[in-house]
């Protein structure tokens, strides 16, 4: 939990049971296309609403993690919940990220599968650096480091791509990226009635 070991976290997070579901925006949004703003105020009822808003989003959208101009909200600032390569599961939130330069001999360019809960069904194979080290602050205003490898460090590495404003349709080639845009029309609403589904149940 926030980069520290903890013996055991529920499988439905504290954040996602007090937060409340959010629309998701989606590919075309201008919010998804613009860098967004520091986190300033830190410590506020606001940011900690916001936080678990975020949770409870993620949760019942199934996403590995979740940006704040996801939500609509033109924040520096995403959260996670995600068990990675070797089964250890990562849970918390970052504020106002900034990505390390991990040196070359310590990472590798990895292709793996990737999507987007604002590109909402399709997967496509994009190139990352497989360890990451981001580095922000929590809720609070503390300082936080977090390192990831594998999946983590592409979910990293995914996520603060969202708060300068990028996809990772944008790391695609034109054909790779107008064929997952084609394959999103036919599965968004699908989807989305996955997640509203989630969503009742959950009582959200």
């Known amino acids: 939990m926030q980069g ?8 439905v997070t ?3 049971e007090r ?3 959010r629309r998701v925006t989606v590919v075309g949004e201008e919010i998804l ?3 967004c703003r520091p986190v300033t105020a830190f410590g506020t009822p606001g940011l900690s609403a916001l936080i ?7 949760h019942v959208a199934r996403g590995a993690a979740i940006a704040a101009n996801q939500v609509d909200v033109d924040l520096r600032l995403f959260v996670w919940d995600i068990t990675d390569d070797w089964g250890v599961r990562h849970v918390g939130h970052i504020a106002n990220p900034v990505l390390d330069e991990v040196p070359q001999e310590h990472r590798r360019l990895v292709e793996e599968s990737e999507g987007c809960l604002s590109v909402p069904g399709p997967y496509r194979v994009v190139a990352r650096p497989d360890r990451t080290v981001v580095r922000g602050q929590d809720w609070k205003g503390e ?3 977090i390192e990831g490898r594998g999946y983590f460090a592409r979910c990293l590495q995914h996520e603060t791509d969202h708060l300068d404003g990028r996809l990772y349709l944008d ?3 034109q054909r790779e990226r107008k064929s997952a845009l084609r394959e999103m029309a036919g599965s968004r609403d699908e989807v989305l009635a996955r997640r509203a589904a989630l969503a009742r149940e959950l009582g959200k």
């Not at 520290?4 to 499988?11: F, G």
């Not at 678990?52 to 993620?58: S, V």
């Open 14 to 16: 504290p954040e996602t």
């Open 33 to 35: 296309r613009r860098r």
């Open 143 to 145: 300082p936080l480091t």
């Open 19 to 21: 937060g409340r579901v």
């Open 4 to 11: 520290e070991p903890v013996a055991s976290w529920p499988l």
């Open 171 to 173: 790391r695609l080639a």
């Open 52 to 58: 678990d808003d975020m949770f409870a989003t993620n």
